[in-house]
């Protein structure tokens, strides 16, 4: 099963981009303003592993909708409107993983989690506010996520051709909803995930 990269659909109004829509490309100007110095983590504490409680998939949701969204701070009932994005991700996520969605023959939600105390160490930030739950008596922060959906027909087919005769039958995979907070960016965190995401796949192979 081959894996191929999906991006979401962004809503940005910064008028410094182009958009794509049948290619689902963005492109954004590297600008200083984009480029931030890196909190360097220490990865032995990491777990990436799928989803395997609601309060770890809702924090999961939390950190897409910081990822996938620009907000300015001032503007009114801001906080309603990330909640009410952050439900609406945490249903249809659930309805994926428990194959109520057509299209989807199997989906998982994949978590990069570190301890909140040592993220508390390095900044005080809206994400582990926003991005932490509990888990074996332990609070933890998700610091990156992402989909492996399994699937007969690609989403806009954005493999190009869709295959002819029996091979166009067979399941084929992709990666979608990538992302990982943007403190903690150039600590390898998105190689780490998408390398774990190639074994869950290979696991649905077999």
Known sequence: MALLYSS????ITSPNYRYYPSRRLCLY?????HVVAPHLIDKSSLIISETSSEDQLWAAACLRVRSFHEFKPSTFGIQ??????????FEALKERIAGKR????????LNATLPLSQLLSLFDDDLCAQCKFRENGEDRVVVGTLDVNQCTNLPDEISGKKPEGIEGQFARGYLSNVCVAKELHRNGLGYDIIAKSKAVAQKWVW
């Open 8 to 11: 979401p659909s962004l809503s």
């Open 29 to 33: 100007p590297i600008t200083a303003t």
């Open 80 to 89: 309603d409107h990330k909640r009410y994005l952050a439900e609406r991700e």
């Open 102 to 109: 057509t299209g989807f023959n199997r989906v998982s939600c």
